[in-house]
């Protein structure tokens, strides 16, 4: 990923590609979410998933939900295993989550993915 980075950086510093080209090759931002917990039930709750207000134009979060019960043998959550989604996006102005899907178990919880692993 850094060297198509350092080629649009060398490439722009000589004149040969413009500054705005740089902002495509490194791709949108990663953001972080909010995730406002909206009319809590007896054992789920639908929240309000939004990307943070800091979040670039363009930027979007990856986001999926979590056990906070159930570990695998290695210490880390249980993950539920989604073959086709894995993971949702959201952005300030859509999201890709099914409605079905916000209604959160109250033993589970949202994470997000910051875009380094």
Same mark, same amino acid.
């Given at each position: 990923?850094?060297?198509?980075?350092?080629?649009?950086?060398?490439?722009?510093?000589?004149?040969?590609?413009?500054?705005?080209?740089?902002?495509?090759?490194?791709?949108?931002?990663?953001c972080r979410i909010e995730v406002i917990v909206d009319n809590v039930l007896p054992s789920a709750y639908p929240p309000v998933i939004r990307v943070a207000p800091g979040c670039p134009? !363009?930027?979007?979060?990856?986001?999926?939900? $979590? +056990? *906070?019960?159930?570990?695998?043998?290695?210490?880390? =959550?249980?993950?539920?295993?989604?073959?086709?989604? !894995?993971?949702?996006?959201?952005?300030?102005? $859509? +999201? *890709?989550?099914?409605?079905?899907?916000?209604?959160? =178990?109250?033993?589970?919880?949202?994470?997000?993915?910051?875009?380094?692993?």
């Amino acid at each position: 990923m850094l060297q198509p980075l350092w080629a649009a950086l060398t490439l722009a510093l000589l004149g040969v590609l413009p500054v705005a080209a740089i902002a495509q090759v490194t791709g949108p931002a990663h953001c972080r979410i909010e995730v406002i917990v909206d009319n809590v039930l007896p054992s789920a709750y639908p929240p309000v998933i939004r990307v943070a207000p800091g979040c670039p134009p !363009g930027g979007y979060a990856r986001v999926r939900k $979590s +056990s *906070t019960l159930n570990l695998r043998r290695n210490g880390a =959550p249980y993950q539920p295993v989604r073959s086709t989604v !894995g993971a949702w996006n959201v952005t300030a102005s $859509s +999201s *890709t989550i099914p409605p079905g899907e916000l209604w959160t =178990p109250a033993t589970w919880r949202w994470e997000w993915w910051d875009g380094t692993h």
